[in-house]
C-alpha cells in the first residue's frame, strides 16, 4: 500500500466557514457581537437548555462556574487524575484545594467509591471527566452527592440554592453525547449542574479557541441573572459589552469588579455556526470510522473504548485503545512504528500525578495504580472527518503490521497471545465496567 500521512486531528474547515468568516471580516463586528450570541443561542437551543455563554476556551468555562459558585481558598474540588491539566488548573486558580481520585481498575472514568471517600465538609464541587466522548455515569455521581448532603456547608447564596456539592462537568469531548441519567436520555450539557465545552482546534466542532458553558436552572436564581455574572467575568467586569455600548447614547458603562477577559469573538463564533449546521454529518461520519476501528481491534485482540452502547452515545471524539500485555516502551515504540508509516497516534493521558507541577503540588503516581496501569498501554488511532476510507484502511493495515511485528519480537505474551484471531475472550473496556 503506497505511504500516505495521516494527520492526528486537523480541523474540518469547509468553504462554508471560510465564507462566513469573511462576511464577519466585512460586517464590522469581530469581537463579541451579533454571531456570538446567535452561537450562544444554537448551543443551548442543541444542548436543550435555557442559556449558553461562549467565551474563549473549555478552562475559562470551567473556572467561570468555580467563581460563580464563590469556590476558593478553605474549599476543596474533587476531580479524576486522569485527564489533561485543564481539568485541574482551574481549581488551583481560584485557589481552592485541588483533590484528586484514581479510576477504576481498566476504566477511564473516577472510581466512585474512591471519590465518595474524597468528599469531605470542604468539598463544594465534583469535576467529572467525559473522556473520549462518552459521558460519566451521572447517575452514581449524584448518588454520591446526594448521600453526601449532611456533609455540606453552603458558603454562599448559590451554594445553598444548589443545597449540595456541586456537578461541574468538564465535557470538553463530548459535544453531542447523550446518556441515560437516572432512568432518562440526557444531552450532554443537562446532565450535571454545569458542563464546559472546547472547541478547540482538535475538537469535533471548532471555534479555532473557544468554549461554550452550559447549566442547570437552579431554584430561586434566574437564568439571564446567571448568564449576566458570566458576561461580566469574561468581560473585565464592564456592565454593557461593545454590542451594547454602540446604541447611540449608550456609550456609559461601570466596572463592577476587577474581573477577566476570555470573551470569544465573532470571528471565532462564525466559524462555530457553520460546523454546528453541519454537526450531525461529523457525527455520524466519526461512527463510520469507530465501528472500522472497532472491527481491526477486535480481530487484533485490542482492548478499545466503547463509545455506543444501549444506555449512551458518544460524541466520538477520542479513539482510546488498549495494548493488553505491553508496558510503556512498547507502547511508545509502536507509536514510533505508526509514524514511521506516516500515522500519527497519541496517548491520552499521561496522569496528573506524573507532570511536574502536581508533583511539586506532593502528588505520586504510585497512589494511583489503576491510573498509571491504564496510561502505561493506551494509544490514541487518528479519528477526524478528513480521513478517507483510504486513510482510514490505511491506519487498520498499519496498526495490523506494527503489532505483528512487536508480537513477533517479544512472543506469545503480546496481547495476551491473541494470534490476531477473533474470538469470545475478546474484550473491549466499558463505561467504569470490563466485559469478557
Not at 440526557?186 to 461554550?212: I, M, P, R, Y
Amino acid at each position: 500500500m503506497e505511504e500516505r500521512q495521516i494527520a492526528f486531528s486537523p480541523p474540518d474547515i469547509t468553504d462554508l466557514e471560510i465564507t462566513e468568516v469573511i462576511q464577519t471580516l466585512k460586517s464590522g463586528w469581530i469581537t463579541t457581537g451579533p454571531r456570538t450570541k446567535l452561537f450562544e443561542q444554537k448551543i443551548a437551543e442543541y444542548c436543550g437548555v435555557k442559556r449558553a455563554a461562549a467565551l474563549n476556551s473549555a478552562t475559562a468555562c470551567l473556572e467561570a462556574a468555580l467563581r460563580f459558585l464563590g469556590i476558593g481558598e478553605g474549599d476543596e474540588v474533587i476531580t479524576s487524575v486522569y485527564t489533561y491539566t485543564a481539568s485541574a488548573s482551574p481549581v488551583c486558580h481560584v485557589g481552592a484545594k485541588l483533590v484528586l481520585v484514581d479510576v477504576a481498575k481498566d476504566s477511564f472514568e473516577m472510581d466512585f467509591d474512591a471519590l465518595e471517600r474524597a468528599v469531605t465538609e470542604k468539598t463544594k464541587a465534583i469535576i467529572p471527566i467525559d473522556l473520549g466522548g462518552v459521558m460519566c455515569d451521572y447517575s452514581r455521581i449524584f448518588d454520591i452527592v446526594e448521600r453526601k448532603r449532611a456533609l455540606f456547608h453552603p458558603k454562599n447564596e448559590i451554594q445553598e440554592a444548589i443545597g449540595r456539592v456541586a456537578v461541574v462537568a468538564d465535557s470538553a469531548h463530548a459535544f453531542g453525547a447523550k446518556r441515560k441519567v437516572r432512568g432518562s436520555w440526557k444531552n450532554c450539557g443537562v446532565a450535571a449542574d454545569f458542563t464546559s465545552f472546547s472547541f478547540h482546534a482538535v475538537k469535533n466542532l471548532t471555534t479555532a479557541e473557544g468554549g461554550a458553558l452550559t447549566w442547570n436552572p437552579i431554584e430561586g436564581i434566574d437564568d439571564d441573572w446567571i448568564y449576566q455574572q458570566f458576561m461580566l467575568y469574561s468581560l473585565h467586569g464592564q456592565s454593557k459589552d461593545a454590542l451594547a455600548k454602540t446604541r447611540l447614547g449608550a456609550w456609559e458603562y461601570d466596572i463592577v469588579s476587577p474581573a477577566y477577559k476570555c470573551n470569544m469573538t465573532d470571528i471565532m463564533a462564525a466559524i462555530g455556526l457553520k460546523q454546528l449546521e453541519r454537526y450531525p454529518g461529523i457525527l455520524n461520519r466519526r461512527q463510520e470510522i469507530i465501528s472500522r476501528y472497532d472491527q481491526v481491534c477486535d480481530e487484533l485482540g485490542i482492548l478499545h473504548m466503547e463509545h455506543y452502547g444501549n444506555d449512551f452515545v458518544s460524541s466520538g471524539h477520542l479513539y482510546l485503545a488498549r495494548l493488553p500485555g505491553m508496558d510503556e516502551a512498547k507502547r511508545n515504540d509502536m507509536i514510533l512504528r505508526m509514524a514511521k508509516r506516516g500515522i500519527a497516534c497519541n496517548v491520552h493521558y499521561k496522569p496528573l500525578a506524573m507532570m511536574s507541577a502536581y508533583k511539586a503540588m506532593g502528588w505520586r503516581i504510585e497512589e494511583f495504580p489503576n491510573a498509571y496501569g491504564y496510561y502505561r498501554n493506551e494509544v490514541t488511532l487518528p479519528l477526524h472527518t478528513r480521513l478517507t476510507e483510504g486513510d482510514v484502511e490505511y491506519v487498520a493495515a498499519g496498526l495490523r503490521e506494527v503489532i505483528r511485528e512487536i508480537c513477533g519480537e517479544i512472543g506469545a505474551n503480546c496481547l495476551n497471545g491473541c494470534r490476531f484471531q477473533k474470538s469470545e475472550s475478546t474484550m473491549r473496556f466499558f463505561p467504569n465496567e470490563r466485559k469478557v
